[in-house]
């Protein structure tokens, strides 16, 4: 499982990108883990949902 976020991550932000300093590439990267990554995309092991729908789902 974390291999699948390490690659994801690589492919879709940090080979896309050339940051100017460490701190910007850590402040990038954070901001795609937290505000798209784990709510947002869809997962395989939530049946290609995301995870704000599959909660929405399950308290309904």
């Known amino acids: ?6 690659k994801t991550l690589k492919t879709e932000r940090a080979w896309r990108t050339m940051f100017k300093t460490r701190q910007d590439a850590e402040q990038a990267i954070g901001h ?3 505000g798209f990554y784990n709510p947002v995309r869809r997962h395989s092991a939530l049946d290609f949902t995301s995870p704000a729908q599959f ?6």
């Open 1 to 6: 499982m974390v291999e699948t976020v390490f």
């Open 32 to 34: 795609y883990i937290d």
């Open 55 to 60: 909660e929405k789902m399950a308290a309904n």
